[in-house]
């Protein structure tokens, strides 16, 4: 039977994966003609991300109450460890790919025409940015893809990096290629930190909750 509470807790747990696939669809689509192959890795793992958090409700709601009568639990747990372990470790290898895939260099760092004016000393690159030093965008990506699905306190690391690497890039201080990874990584970043607040508030009621439940019968 239906149970619309037990459905609304469903859909709690997996929020913590919704709303990061969801995110991550609309950054692959806004970034797709800057960096398609990335863009692509990044929509196909959030897919598998959203598919494992419907994977959870519908387990959740509809399988869960099966086991004892229809299906034990040994292989209730193995379905459900098989289904978890692919979509997870599938998403993770994505999404750890679209850090690396297509990086090219500088364009305004190889551009043949830059000493095309060789006699004339001249430079179409501007000193400052041919100075700059590379973007930190894959290892901010990285950053926020590890707190978001291991580890969500280290989420502080891309969020702080981020907007360091961000300001840096708008004052012409860092190549300001790697912007769309920087952000994306710093968004994940800060939606680790709010998923690792709200988990601390849910605690906090749970244990107060306990402490005012009257154990005496």
């Given amino acids: 039977m239906f149970d619309p509470g037990q459905a609304l807790i469903s859909l709690m747990y997996a929020l913590p994966l919704l709303i990061p696939s969801v995110v991550g669809v609309i950054l692959g689509a806004i970034h ?67 850090a690396f895939v297509g990086r090219e260099k500088n364009p305004a760092a190889t551009d043949g025409n830059t000493h095309q004016d060789a006699g004339a000393g001249l430079s179409h690159v501007p000193p400052q940015l041919a100075q700059a030093p590379n973007h930190r965008g894959a290892l901010v990506l990285t950053l926020g893809l590890i707190s978001l699905l291991v580890f969500q306190p280290l989420g502080i690391a891309p969020w702080v990096i981020g907007v360091q690497d961000l300001r840096a890039m708008r004052e012409g201080r860092m190549d300001p290629e790697g912007r769309g990874t920087t952000m994306a990584g710093m968004i994940l970043g800060i939606i680790a930190i709010i998923l690792f607040v709200l988990t601390l508030i849910a605690v906090g009621f749970f244990i107060a909750a306990l402490a005012n439940t009257n154990w005496s019968y």
């Fill in 32 to 98: 797709m003609q800057r960096a398609r192959k990335a863009s692509t890795l990044v929509i196909i793992a959030s897919v598998l991300l959203f598919l494992e958090g419907g994977y959870n409700v519908v387990s959740q709601i509809f399988i869960i109450p099966l086991v004892g009568d229809a299906l034990s639990w040994e292989v209730y747990g193995a379905i459900n460890g098989g289904v978890y372990a692919l979509l997870t470790l599938s998403a993770t290898l994505l999404l750890i790919s679209a």
